[in-house]
């Protein structure tokens, strides 16, 4: 018994996911568990994050969906139906691929239970019957249980898998609404368009010339890397960023800012239909980064519990938008050019100068943690889509450096990069656009 429940333990970890291709995309479908409670959510992968279904599912082992491939088009979200229309094909498939990984798992937990027996066989010498009869045994207890937690216990999984139509059957997420034709003049010169927040805007730094309300309103810079990526190409590029702007509070969705409103970003995009390059900037402030970086300097230390429960909640949602944004980005037309941009690291490898506004070496690694696990979902997202990603490098120009490339805490944008961060940046994107083009990560397309 001993070994057997050893046996069922380890194919659980052991078992190879399943490959489930459906309406362009690829899952590698596993289980998670086994659970304590009897009921709970599923888990969906999404850029390397772990995001709770919200359909529930019986048993102690629960579905692990791992999107791996994924087509970023109507086939995302508007899955082919079979032609009695009852059944989604996405579903039918999962719980085949359910099955599949079901019959592996007793697989495996019967040829580990059999190793494991034989071996005890012959360091004990048992006679032969001996030894056969205790294989078996094992054999069949092991492939048993196997069988039950996994077809009996949860034998609702593929009833509940096969309800599933879309990727929002398993999030919950409510298609985005259509965008609102653009409001500004048109922009047919316009080679590169710039999208995001503070950083993009250039907050921070010196105002434009002749700025608008909105430009005011979103604190735009003459300095913002925009305006470098102009002077690189020779070619007119449209800032659209604005500070405070998320995916949804700015990009897919109209902003109000002191009395501005500022139309959605991908709305006014199309003032440009000859721009052959979009770059996006965006994901500090779904996280959050600010109240985060406030908390640290407050508490005596960062990275508890509670801080990390708080990012992982924000760093879940920031990737279901995201992914709506990079659908929405691989749908424009025309086809141009996108560069996700990457966040620089403000603190380098120095922060001893940051003592009085409380951030202590520690708690910069801790911020710098979360800022890598940002970025790791920035560019998994941009790999996934074939999009480019520019990566800014600040080394040696921290905080605490005799030239740092960012604002202090006394300047008007504090940890927003300076003109020099900048042109930095500018450089980065600059760089990413010069090299060919990659290829979608991974996506395959459905028998």
């Not at 890397?225 to 007119?236: D, I, N, Q, T, V």
Request: glycine share 10%.
């Amino acid at each position: 018994m001993a070994v057997s429940v050893l046996s069922v333990w380890l194919a659980v970890r052991l078992t190879p996911p399943q490959r489930v291709s459906v309406g362009g995309q690829t899952v590698h479908l596993s289980v998670t568990g086994p659970w304590g409670h009897w009921t709970g959510p599923g888990t969906l992968v999404l850029f390397g994050q772990d995001v709770p279904t919200t359909v529930a599912f019986h048993g102690p082992l629960r579905p692990r969906l791992s999107l791996a491939g994924i087509t970023f088009g109507p086939e995302l979200d508007q899955f082919v139906r079979e032609p009695g229309g009852s059944t989604a094909e996405v579903g039918r498939r999962l719980a085949e691929g359910w099955f599949r990984y079901a019959l592996w798992q007793t697989v495996i937990a019967a040829g580990v239970a059999l190793a494991i027996l034989v071996a005890v066989a012959v360091l004990r010498r048992l006679p032969v019957r001996s030894a056969v009869a205790l294989a078996c045994a094992g054999v069949a207890l092991a492939s048993g249980l196997s069988a039950v937690g996994s077809l009996v216990l949860a034998q609702d999984t593929p009833k509940v898998l096969r309800s599933i139509d879309s990727l929002e059957g398993l999030v919950g997420r409510a298609p985005q609404v259509p965008l609102p034709p653009p409001e500004g003049p048109a922009a047919g010169d316009v080679h590169l368009v710039v999208l995001g927040d503070s950083t993009a805007a250039g907050a921070g730094n010196a105002p434009l010339g002749d700025p608008t309300a909105e430009d005011r309103a979103c604190r735009r810079s003459a300095d913002a890397f925009s305006e470098y990526l102009e002077r690189l190409r020779e070619r007119p590029v449209l800032n659209l960023a604005c500070s405070g702007a998320t995916i949804r509070d700015g990009l897919l969705e109209a902003r109000t800012v002191g009395g501005t409103t500022v139309p959605p970003q991908l709305s006014e995009l199309r003032r440009a239909p000859g721009a052959s390059a979009v770059t996006v900037s965006i994901g500090a402030n779904d996280v959050r980064w600010a109240a985060l970086t406030r908390l640290c300097t407050t508490q005596p230390q960062c990275g508890d519990r509670a801080t990390d429960a708080f990012f992982d909640a924000q760093l879940t949602r920031f990737s279901l938008d995201y992914r709506e944004l990079l659908r929405r980005l691989a749908a424009l037309l025309g086809s141009p050019r996108v560069v996700v941009t990457e966040y620089y690291d403000p603190f380098g490898e120095r922060a001893d100068c940051l003592g009085e506004e409380g951030i202590t070496p520690d708690k910069a690694r801790v911020l710098r943690t979360y800022l890598a696990r940002l970025n790791a979902v920035l560019r998994e997202g941009a790999e996934a889509a074939g999009f480019s990603t520019a990566r800014p490098d600040f080394t040696g120009h921290g905080l605490c450096t005799g030239q740092p490339y960012v604002q202090g805490s006394a300047e008007r944008a504090p940890l927003h990069p300076t003109a020099t961060g900048q042109l930095a940046i500018a450089l980065a994107v600059q760089r990413a656009l010069l090299q060919p083009s990659p290829a979608p990560a991974g996506t395959h397309t459905a028998p």
